[in-house]
């Protein structure tokens, strides 16, 4: 086990500025979905839901989940990158993030919603994020 870099000050500020709300690929998604043309008909954080969706549509019955690959697990080079330190730890807590997020999408669907999850990664190419959500908005 390696020895963190930062003293525990510094750790603990570290930590604090990880952001879990109106992070940049939310923000790139609210503004596809602005470009998809549904910009006024959504709420953030539908804290009702089960997973608390990033973006709720309540008049369409849809909702969009914004995922960070590396905490939730994506398969791509960020999500499949291993922490070095606690690497144990860290393990497990991704695993139950993408237990947790496969139980609430199954929830929400059960209950009637359609669900669009993007990854983090997804929402650096605007066109492509732009059409991707007006795909799902639309159908």
């Known amino acids: 086990m390696r020895a963190d870099v930062f ?12 952001k879990s709300s109106d992070t940049a690929p939310e923000r790139a998604v609210r503004a596809a979905v602005c470009a998809a043309g549904f910009g006024r008909r959504y709420r953030l954080n539908g804290a009702h839901l089960r997973g608390k969706p990033d973006l709720v549509f309540t008049s369409l019955s849809k909702v969009v989940f914004v995922h960070g690959c590396f905490w939730h697990g994506h398969d791509c080079k960020r999500g499949a990158r291993q922490p070095k330190d606690n690497a144990a730890y860290w393990r497990a807590k991704i695993e139950r993030n993408r237990a947790r997020d496969l139980a609430s999408l199954r929830a929400l669907k059960g209950d009637g919603w359609s669900a669009l999850v993007i ?3 997804e929402t650096r190419d605007e066109a492509a994020l732009t059409r991707r959500v007006r795909s799902f908005l639309e159908r």
């Open 7 to 18: 003293d525990i000050e510094k750790r603990s500020a570290v930590m604090r500025a990880v």
């Open 119 to 121: 990854w983090e990664c």
